[in-house]
Every structure is written in C-alpha cells, then in structure tokens.
C-alpha cells in the first residue's frame, strides 16, 4: 500500500482459530484407573481466565476455580448428578451443563 506521500508498507496479521466444539464429558468414575478420573474441559486449558463453579442438586457450590485446569476430581462429594457453570473467560457467557459422579 502506499501513503499520500508515495512511502509504501506491508504488514501482516495472524489469526489463531480456536474451535469450541469438543463435547464435555458428563460422567467421570473418580475410581483412579486412569480412565475418567477427572472432569476434563478441553477448550478450559486455552483460556486463562476461564473459570468453573460446581453445585449440587440443592444449589451449593462444591467446587469454584478461576483458571480451571483439570483440578475438579469430585474429592469429598458423593455419587452423583452435579451441575456446573463454566465461562472461558470472567466476561463471556457462561456454558452450563450436569456431570454424574461414579466411584466403583
């Protein structure tokens, strides 16, 4: 392009698309086999200020993270429908959704 002045630039601009599409999980088995231990958010890990809030069936928290990273494993709760609120960032709406706890 060039200015009124007949100096000329380039300039380029990177675009990094993230797709939000992965499923959450809504059951995990806390049973520590290795499979399903935690309740994972793929997309969680990508945003920073994403956060997560877990709440039983009548309407207490039981987990609340700021930069939720993999960190909610059910410890202290009961076998279980649990739901949750989570936002990829504190201004964002917000996604929401149940997760059952299962310990064999």
């Known amino acids: ?3 009124f002045s007949g100096c ?3 300039d380029s601009i990177w675009i990094d698309v993230v797709i939000c599409d992965d499923p959450v999980p809504n059951v995990f088995t806390r049973n520590d086999n290795g499979i399903n231990d935690f309740f ?3 997309e969680a ?3 920073p200020n994403n956060y997560l809030v877990v709440i039983n069936r009548w309407g207490n928290v039981v987990f609340e993270a700021s930069g939720y ?3 909610f494993r059910g410890e202290g709760l ?3 429908t649990y739901f949750y609120q989570q936002g990829l960032d504190v201004h964002e709406s917000l996604f929401t959704g ?4 299962i310990r064999n």
């Open 78 to 80: 009961v076998d279980g």
């Open 8 to 10: 000329s630039w380039n």
């Open 98 to 101: 149940f997760v059952t706890i």
């Open 1 to 3: 392009m060039n200015d």
């Open 40 to 42: 994972i958010i793929d």
């Open 45 to 47: 890990l990508l945003f």
């Open 69 to 71: 990273d993999i960190s």
